[in-house]
């Protein structure tokens, strides 16, 4: 059963924030569903284009997300995250989610719901430190597609084998350009 907030729910519109509109979907408002799907929907979506060669992996995981969103949105604390950087951490998981194939999707009973942590994650302290420390200008200076799979494989989290699928390249293709890439940024660094 889904715990409702103590506050008054607002009524929602164009002009309501993330947090009104999430705690409006906390209460089981619809409208501020589509109104969240709306206003996020298409910049996760490239996003993780950027990530996924395949349409419909990304299509599959923006579905999830809003599925996420909908059954979670109770759990947002809006003095802990951002809702974009929420919509975001749940939107990649649901792509590798995706990516990974049925046999190693979470699976739950209806009343279970995934603990979607609204705290700094590893991963955005890292990315903070790429967008502020000296490699995330060497990242600026590599190749699109030597950049892709070093965000995919060390920022993501995904093994070759995998980056190589979600890019849509043959996986010695992946091994060879994450060396390079490597390599590159060893230049750059040094």
């Known amino acids: 059963m ?8 607002p009524p929602v519109g164009e002009q309501s924030s ?5 705690h409006a979907i906390a209460a ?7 109104l969240l799907h709306h206003r996020h929907a298409g910049w996760l979506r490239a996003r993780l284009r950027r990530r996924c060669a395949d349409p419909d992996v990304v299509d599959a ?10 059954k979670d949105s109770h759990r947002y604390e809006e003095t802990t995250a951002d809702a974009a950087a929420w919509l975001w951490t749940i ?17 739950s009973g209806p009343d279970e719901i995934p603990d979607i942590a609204t705290t700094a994650s590893a991963e955005e302290l890292v990315l903070l430190g790429v967008e502020h420390g000296a490699l995330g200008p060497a990242l600026d200076r590599l190749a699109p597609e030597l950049r892709r799979l070093i965000e995919v494989t060390a920022l993501d989290g995904l093994s070759v084998r995998e980056a190589a699928k979600l890019l849509g390249i043959a996986e010695g293709t992946a091994k060879t350009r994450l060396m390079r890439a490597r390599i590159r940024l060893r230049e750059l660094l040094t």
Not at 18 to 22: E, G, Q, S
Not at 28 to 34: D, E, F, I, K, M
Not at 61 to 70: K, P, R
């Open 28 to 34: 089981g408002q619809t409208a501020a569903l589509r």
């Open 61 to 70: 995981a923006i579905q999830d997300t809003f599925v996420a969103v909908w």
């Open 18 to 22: 993330d947090a009104d509109l999430l």
């Open 91 to 107: 939107a990649v998981r649901r792509l590798l989610s995706t990516l990974r194939g049925p046999a190693h999707r979470w699976l």
């Open 2 to 9: 889904r715990r409702r907030r103590q506050r008054p729910i």
